[in-house]
């Protein structure tokens, strides 16, 4: 089993980038996902999730209208694009998968009930 961030990179305020989470060794298409992040010194905070159908979305309010995601089932991938970035949203993204929670405001809050996190990919906004 194996969940892999990629697209990471360093950009200037405004700027944009596109984040993947590339799935493997589970049924992908079974399971809500979403993006966590973690900034230098900070606790991990929920940013966005996928139900399992993509038919829902939820965002946090500090990226809601900035940030886009969506998923491919037929790629078993995740992705996050991410526009008009700013410094404060300089972190770790990682990609966290669960066959019980429902992508909710709730599933940000149910950190043991995730199956499986992916390896984070560093996202740098600065001028």
């Known amino acids: 089993v194996q969940l892999q961030a990629s697209g990471g990179g360093s950009v200037q305020p405004g700027g944009s980038l596109r984040l993947s989470c590339a799935a493997s060794?589970?049924?992908?298409?079974?399971?809500?996902i979403g993006w966590f992040r973690q900034a230098p010194g900070k606790e991990r905070e929920g940013v966005s999730c996928i139900s399992s159908s993509a038919e829902t979305t939820y965002y946090e309010n500090v990226v809601k209208g900035r940030f886009t995601i969506s998923r491919d089932n037929a790629k078993n991938t995740l992705y996050l694009q991410m526009d008009n970035l700013k410094p404060e949203d300089t972190a770790v993204y990682s990609c966290a998968a669960s066959e019980r929670v429902q992508c909710s405001p709730n599933y940000f809050r149910n950190i043991y009930g995730m199956d499986y996190w992916g390896k984070g990919t560093l996202v740098t906004v600065s001028s």
């Open positions: 060794g589970f049924n992908f298409d079974n399971y809500a």
